[in-house]
């Protein structure tokens, strides 16, 4: 037995820490297509002082920790790329407290969006959090750590423009609060009016810190929810669609989806949109503001609003919409990677035109879907394929179009969401050399011994 | 190959042109209507073809056989004048697409056919249907195609239905009852209209339960309710089984109640005017026909077609008017459901 093993032993009991083959397995992986690779220990510690001791212990050992939710992102970056310890931080899922008049949330590290979603609904029902549409198991920090989108993306951002304050533990073992919770018991501020240092953390990935704590704003919850889907035939009205859309300021989520199968939606661009409201009145006055704003497409037979059946609704109103897994299953086999890029709304049509070229080409089956960031700001055009795990060709396929998307992506001025270490890779060749230094020193003076999540963001 | 039989002499010598004059969407005087009926016919442009919203209802109002609505979607699709925007009817047409996913029961000569709607299958259960249910058809292989009328693509029926009647035929089906009034339509209106031939029976399922109910007389306990009828769209294609849903209402003890918009005067669900393009027409449609549920006293909306089912329950319930089915209703009336 190793001496490592004893020490996280000691800090987290026995039951608590593996090396266990079987356990080791289901750490080496992600459900997405990246390949696997062992950690040589896992942890779930309970405790900010837990992971505290964890990380002095591995900057003593130089070993390599990598911070893991529940590793749905896809794109392996819970993968321990180096080996070392993975920590688990499903064990620290306490919902500290809310402040309902400030509409703002604080949890543990490991607190999963489904936990979250039914607290509130428990506890305060006319509250809400953007929840993504990733399985409710995934965690809220991994969530933030990636600027994952979420249902309220389009009214208020990437669900890390949501967050209030973090408590992270730094790769040299120190506790650090930041936002208003580094001077205040309140959580409502992640960094105005003060400097803003949760850009030290957000999008880094898990190498520049673990988040233990973070607080997160909550958004009024309407008694009311239904959805509308406005459906053309002609991708480069979808911008200007989208502008007119967001210019009512009625709409909670849109989302743009377009597919091969099931032939009634072959061809046909759908943009599906939300309306709240807690009255008829209310929801009834939002839809025609809605309805008004598109009258011209409408009226030149571009575009129209499809019937949603009341049995379709529920699939579409579900959070998170549950739909991908079917998707993720088309080719039988259960394989599901996308690559989501981040771009401006007006590249929606060559990015549509692209997906199905990519999907000819490499001949798979392709699901496109962009989800609309602030009003009309950006979008994330999800570049999707299905596969089956046990056709090792197929697979080969999919990695060489998604490849080739996200190049394409670089080149049409997007900027790669949740990057593999590869895209990340090919993103800090394209940054401007100031950036990646100025990236560099910071990487390099918050984790001296490069014990965190290497492999990603790799400055050096 | 197919075209429609048309009289025009039937047009030209009518003296009320009551296809117009009557069409709750379009207001005008017999001379008008009769000139705005000759141009259809000649082929020019007419502000029907513009503002027609496809409640089918002239297709009853015409008394001498014609059939001015199927003439009004000719020459719409003739014009290339769309009614829905062309992704909504390009879903349409793609979503009823045969792809050989159809559902045959052990059939025999006579069969129930469900058309394309999963609910039917569900609604076709119990002593009603004892002995006939496990005989059935269902799938785009069977689809009425009847709703093409609404996208002005007639160019859709005359290509599918010929196949849809020979593929109820090839199965040895000589009596089908319709469990839709678009599938009794098809049959009996729209494929005689374009010249096709349809070599079984249709019977309308109202007929088919009103006989039904004849022999399980002795379950029925009367429902002593108040009733509207929401009649669809379809049923305008078959204005001869009207008749049937009071006959129903009255032997199981439902009031039909009196309103102004039922009979003739019914208005649509609106859901197929909203998707082309309509909204206010279908708000005011559906806020009128409701308030008129409610002002007669319904304490339920009984629905023929499920899609005005779908589109009009909640609406309904709201106005504490309780929904239903015919089917469901008589199922009720026999105990077998509460």
Known sequence: MSDIYKSLVEIAGEEHVSTQTEELYFYARDPGLMPTHEPDY?????????????????????????????????????????GG???????????????????????????????????????????????????????????VVIHGQGRLTQQYGFNSDMVSGLEVVLPTGEICKIGSCSMSPDWFSKGPSLPDLSG???????????????????????????????????????????FRLTHTEMVEDINIWFQEKPIMFQGNHHITLYITGDTDEELEFKRKMVWDSLKEFRDTKDGGFMWVLPAMKPTFLDMPQKSITTFADVKKGGGFEYSGPIVLIEKYPVFARKLGELANKHKIAYSGMARVIGRSHAMMFGIAFTFNRADPDMMDRVKKALHEGIVFAFDHGGIPWKPTAEEQKIAMERMDPNTLRLMKMIKENLDPNGIMNPGNWEVN | MYSLKFDENLCATCPTSDCLVKCQYIDVDRDTAHNEMMKIIKGEDSFVLHECVTCYACEEYCKRGNHPFYLITERREEKGMLTASRAITNQWINMVEPQGKYRVGELTEKALSYCFIGELRQAARGKLFEGIRSSYIFGAEFFAQVVYLHFAKTSVIKERLPKVIENISQLGIKQL??????????????????GMEVPFEAIHYLEYVYDRLQEL??????????VAYQRPCSSRLSPDKYHFVGDILALIGAELVEREYQGE?????????????????????????????????????????????????????????????????CKMAIGEKK
């Not at chain 1, 900010?48 to 970056?77: D, F, R, S, W, Y």
């Not at chain 1, 949890?107 to 993504?132: D, M, W």
């Not at chain 2, 007389?217 to 108040?226: C, F, Q, T, Y």
């Open chain 2, 265 to 329: 005067n019914a208005l649509c669900c609106g859901e197929m005017i909203r998707m082309i393009n309509l909204n206010e027409v279908a708000n005011d449609i559906q806020k009128r026909n409701i308030d008129d549920m409610v002002e007669s006293g319904a304490e339920y909306c009984v629905f023929n077609c499920p899609y005005c089912q779908m589109a009009l329950s909640e609406k309904v319930s709201k106005r504490e008017i309780k929904p239903i089915h015919i089917i469901d209703l």
């Open chain 1, 42 to 82: 896992v942890i779930a510690p309970k405790t900010t002082e837990e992971v505290q001791k964890i990380v002095k212990l591995a900057n003593k050992e130089k070993i390599p920790i990598v911070p893991m939710g529940a590793g749905m992102a896809l794109t392996g970056l819970i993968i321990p790329l180096k």
């Open chain 1, 85 to 143: 310890i993975v920590i688990d931080m499903k064990r620290m899922r306490k919902i500290v407290g809310v402040n309902e008049k400030a509409r703002h949330v604080i949890v543990e590290g490991g607190t999963s969006q489904g936990a979250l979603k039914a607290y509130l609904e428990s506890n305060y029902p006319n509250l809400r959090h953007s929840i993504p549409d990733a399985p409710p198991t995934a965690t809220i920090a991994a969530n």
């Open chain 1, 200 to 242: 030290l953390f957000l999008g880094w990935f898990g190498t520049t810190g673990i988040i233990t704590k973070l607080g997160l704003k909550l958004y009024p919850k309407k008694k009311m929810r239904d959805v509308e889907i406005f459906v053309t035939d002609k991708a480069e009205l979808v911008p200007d669609i989208l």
């Open chain 2, 177 to 194: 009852i319709c469990m839709h009034d678009e599938c009794y339509g098809s049959f009996t209106s729209l494929a005689p209209a374009f």
């Open chain 2, 217 to 226: 007389k002795s379950d029925i306990k009367p429902l002593n309710i108040k």
